[in-house]
């Protein structure tokens, strides 16, 4: 018992995540039929690649609120530049490339300057939505490829794997994210950077590299999930990530990673987008209006961040 | 912390949200005049055109002509665009728009060269200064698109003061100081819900796919669907999915809507951008199509209905053509022509399943994934002679817009 109250943390995400799940399956008939799952899996696992990178940032002490806007940059530059011909296998790894400069840049500035992560991201969402206007005047038309589409299809499938790829993906990425945190001198640094940036430094922590290197990793990450948007929209939209905003850093939250860093994991973020989807798809399910969803689900974060989110941060339990 | 502690702050939470979420929960109505007042209301628009005003009260107030006392300045005009956001394809298209109109009168003396141009990303703050300093720079005629119905109405009526002409494009303002073109929201929803209940035979389940909650367009359209359904006795409203006008998020939404709606779907009334969405989301969840009414002319949709040879109904409702029909209002009154009204609504063209073919052929090239809008090539929404019925006295207009 004792062994469960401290961990309550970590286990009640989860446990929330597969009783919201059967909840859901008991009250709408048919929400446990395979498609539904893999309406679940994939709309999760778009929210998880998306989150993947904020979780981190989270975790060193930061925050990256470029998401949305990274995330619509792919969108566009991928689908515009297919559409004009260009090779999926060239402009993909040029738009991820361009998201980790960008997700660098934010680092580096927020560290090097010393000013919050919070308001320079803000600044550069700014300069990127401006950056998409001048280039497009507003004209964003585009195509994506096949292969894309079907990657992130509910009904899609990964050889004889009956999932689409865009899950076999989210997969993939936790596994190299728990190894990332657990097993990495960089994720070490991270969790000691968010626990005090102060001590943090005075172990000779090289924190203008670790944000850096965080902040390009958050940035590549949003790139991708913005070339899946790209392929689950079929269209080049540079709002296409504006929803992605509260959900990622909801879904870090509601895991259990608290807003001020030091701990907590993307694990735990898993938990949250499922406990976000599931949630989402609970008050759709049950016919609550728009309104009501709103409501219903914010009220909804603030119990679950009441019951596991208040912990006292790290440094202050030394 | 204990877990006495946790469900004790849980319980405190519980409490303060739910005080909270009372309080944001309150339903919008709109406010339905008497019927002596409607009466007064439409007694400023021409007699033909009342069909189209059908609940106009959840647009915006129709009332008389808010420029009676208004003097046309002597040219050469300054044309002036006021846009809440330039980001989009319809945006882009009426700013082109009124750029090429201007450039004829331009060569004509006039209007002066270039359309000043600002843009708030969705700001209303920052679009309410911007159309301040477009006020003070001189511009004669102020196109503008406000974000929210009332927060440029303090600019507006300083800009009335001032000799300079307010004219809104599909997004009607709350205050007496603008003239208001575009199209009545409820008069489109009826319309598209009237196709899908009669498409149906009068029996089925019939999705709602609306845009953006709790903004009086949104209102406007589901009230006039739900009221057009409601004659329908077999037709059954299974719910409302909000796509925002976004492709991503209405795919989204549908994919969780169906995932949790596991009966039979017939129809879909949608506002325009997201049938193609809406369409997908159908496939993916191994759906077969349903009769949808989509609502514009989005070329992803002309094309798409193309390729899969399903029955439509959409309507004409591109950036450009609205931004015909706005200008064209300018060169009456600034021509001396007095309007009855402050609201210049027409009904927008429909498009069936052969008149959106014909468009898609006049369109080449265009495919599923185009941004673009399938306008007709003279951009005209309706003739000039139903706009004209709106107005007294003037000069006409020489020379004559070119398409």
């Known amino acids: 018992m004792n062994w469960v109250r401290q961990r309550l943390d970590v286990i009640a995400p989860f446990a929330i995540a597969i009783g919201l799940f059967l909840i859901t399956a008991a009250v709408i008939p048919g929400y446990g039929n395979l498609t539904s799952i893999r309406s679940l899996l994939l709309l999760s696992s778009l929210l998880g690649i998306a989150s993947a990178g904020q979780t981190l940032t989270i975790i060193m002490g930061g925050i990256d609120l470029s998401v949305p806007a990274v995330i619509g940059l792919a969108c566009v530059a991928f689908a515009v530049a297919y559409g004009e011909g260009v090779s999926p296998w060239v402009i993909g790894p040029i738009v991820i490339v361009a998201g980790i400069v960008v997700g660098a840049v934010n680092g580096l500035i927020s560290r090097s300057l010393r000013v919050n992560s919070l308001i320079v991201t803000l600044a550069t969402a700014t300069i990127i939505y401006g950056a998409i206007w001048a280039q497009t005047k507003g004209d964003n038309r585009g195509s994506v490829p096949d292969g894309l589409t079907d990657f992130v299809s509910v009904i899609g499938w990964t050889g004889p794997i009956p999932l689409p790829g865009s899950v076999i993906l989210w997969g993939a990425l936790v596994l190299v994210f728990v190894i990332l945190e657990r097993r990495s001198v960089l994720g070490r640094w991270s969790y000691a950077s968010g626990a005090n940036p102060g001590a943090a430094e005075l172990a000779r922590i090289p924190s203008l590299v670790l944000w850096t290197v965080v902040f390009a990793i958050s940035g590549g990450l949003s790139a991708v999930a913005g070339i899946l948007l790209a392929g689950f929209s079929s269209a080049a939209n540079p709002q296409v990530g504006d929803a992605y905003l509260f959900t990622t850093l909801s879904a870090v939250v509601i895991g259990g990673t608290p807003i001020i860093g030091g701990r907590g994991s993307y694990a735990r973020t898993i938990a949250g987008c499922f406990i976000i989807t599931e949630l989402t798809m609970l008050l759709i399910g049950l016919g609550l209006d728009e309104a009501a969803q709103q409501v219903s689900l914010g009220i909804l974060i603030i119990v679950l961040v009441a019951i596991y989110g208040r912990e006292t941060h790290v440094r202050m339990q030394i | ?403």
């Open chain 2, 1 to 403: 912390m204990t877990l006495r502690s946790m469900l004790r702050g849980a319980a405190l939470m519980v409490g303060v949200a739910g005080i909270l979420g009372f309080g944001v929960g309150a339903a919008y109505a709109a406010d339905e005049p008497t019927k002596a007042e409607q009466e007064q209301a439409l007694s400023n628009v021409p007699a033909k055109a009342r069909a189209y005003y059908d609940h106009y009260w959840y647009n915006a107030p129709v009332g008389p002509n808010p420029y009676a006392n208004w003097n046309p300045p002597a040219p050469p005009w300054q044309f002036c665009l006021n846009d809440s956001m330039l980001g989009t394809s319809w945006r882009t298209d009426l700013l082109n728009e009124l750029k090429k109109l201007n450039a004829q009168y331009h060569a004509a003396g006039l209007t002066k060269e270039d359309v000043l141009t600002t843009d708030s990303n969705n700001n209303i703050s920052v679009q309410l200064t911007q159309f301040n300093n477009l006020s003070r720079q001189g511009c004669n005629v102020i196109v503008s698109t406000p974000s929210n119905p009332t927060g440029l109405c303090a600019g507006m009526k300083d800009a009335m003061e001032h000799g300079v002409l307010s004219i809104t494009v599909q997004s009607p303002v709350n205050c007496p100081y603008a003239m208001n073109v575009g199209s009545n929201q409820y008069y489109g929803g009826r319309e598209l819900a009237d196709w899908v209940g009669k498409a149906l035979h009068g029996k089925g389940n019939v999705l709602i796919l609306s845009g953006v909650p709790g903004i009086s367009t949104t209102i406007g359209l589901e009230a006039g669907s739900k009221a057009a359904l409601a004659k329908y006795p077999g037709i059954k409203i299974v719910g409302t999915v909000y796509g925002f006008w976004n492709e991503a998020t209405s795919k989204t939404e549908m994919v969780k809507w169906l995932a949790t709606h596991p009966q039979k779907l017939d129809g879909i009334v949608s506002y325009g951008d997201m049938a193609v969405a809406a369409d997908e989301a159908l496939a993916q969840s191994g759906r077969p199509p349903v009769m949808q009414a989509d609502g514009t002319n989005e070329c992803a949709y002309i094309a798409y209905w193309h390729e899969k040879k399903l029955h439509t109904l959409a309507f004409l409702a591109g950036g450009g053509s609205n931004g015909y029909e706005a200008f064209y209002v300018a060169m009456k009154m600034l021509n001396g022509a007095k309007p009855m009204t402050n609201m210049v609504w027409f009904p927008l063209p429909a498009l069936n399943d052969a008149s959106a073919e014909k468009l898609y052929k006049a369109w080449p090239g265009i495919t599923p994934t185009s941004t673009c809008w399938a306008d007709e090539p003279d951009h005209h929404l309706v003739a000039d002679a139903y706009i004209n019925t709106f107005f007294k006295g003037g000069k006409p207009i020489e020379p004559k817009p070119k398409p």
